[in-house]
């Protein structure tokens, strides 16, 4: 079946710091990728969709000059959060979507960021 | 704005027990829905996919059915056993093609040697 992947599982650092997560389809072409937010006991949330070699399209409330998504290649998203605070400490789920099989989407195994 | 809830939002259950989880949708202009497992600090895995043309589907001790009409989904446990305890959450599309997903906050079912 199709895999995603996700790295780092777990982060941790210091607020006012830049985290990067990565996404990755290990054996299919994800044309589109998206990522999610969980809060504890909560939905996932939707935060953007992105296209690859496009721009990535942000949900309403979601700061697009602080969560940076680059989709440059057919396997490869990274979400970047940028000068992270505690408050954004959550789990960052991706997953990704197979060009082939439109109703799809493979979930990766998700990144816990806390920020102290 | 569309919304899934979940009930109940948690279930505690010895095991061999039978079980039903509850989805409910506000709009049931659907295209399909989804049932998925997370288990605690991990992904979602897919269990089932119902088309909105569809009215149930099978894998195993598992049966999901939809009734579009009054926006609701039931996922069915037969005989469950402890490896099933894991947060169920059910999601809703409501576009076709490049449809983005509607999550409810998921069902924390735990059962019991």
């Known amino acids: 079946g199709a895999v995603v992947s996700q790295h780092p599982s777990w982060v941790i650092c210091k607020s006012g710091t830049s985290v990067k997560i990565e996404c990755r389809s290990l054996?299919?072409?994800?044309?589109?990728m998206f990522w999610y937010r969980q809060f504890p006991k909560q939905s996932l949330m939707l935060m953007a969709t992105?296209?690859?070699?496009?721009?990535?399209?942000?949900e309403q409330g979601v700061e697009k000059d602080k969560f940076l998504i680059n989709h440059a290649s057919l396997t490869l998203s990274t979400l970047t959060v940028t000068s992270a605070h505690p408050e954004d400490s959550s789990f960052y789920i991706c997953?990704?979507?197979?060009?082939?099989?439109?109703?799809?989407?493979?979930f990766g195994p998700g990144t816990r960021l806390l920020v102290l | 704005k569309q919304e899934v809830t979940q009930i109940p939002a948690a279930l505690s259950v010895p095991e061999g027990e039978n079980l039903v989880l509850n989805c409910s949708f506000t709009d049931s202009a659907i295209y399909n829905l989804q049932w998925f497992r997370q288990d605690p600090g991990k992904g979602l895995t897919s269990l089932l996919l119902i088309q909105s043309s569809q009215r149930e589907q099978t894998s195993g001790r598992l049966n999901a059915s939809l009734d579009k009409s009054s926006g609701r989904s039931t996922l069915y446990i037969a005989a469950s056993q402890p490896g099933d305890s894991a947060t169920y959450l059910c999601?809703?599309?409501?576009?076709?093609?490049?449809?983005?997903?509607?999550f409810g906050k998921g069902t924390m079912l735990l059962v019991s040697p």
């Open positions: 992105s296209n690859e070699g496009s721009k990535a399209t942000y």
């Open positions: 999601a809703v599309a409501y576009a076709s093609g490049y449809s983005t997903l509607t």
């Open positions: 997953s990704a979507r197979d060009g082939r099989q439109k109703e799809t989407q493979y």
């Open positions: 054996d299919f072409q994800a044309t589109t």
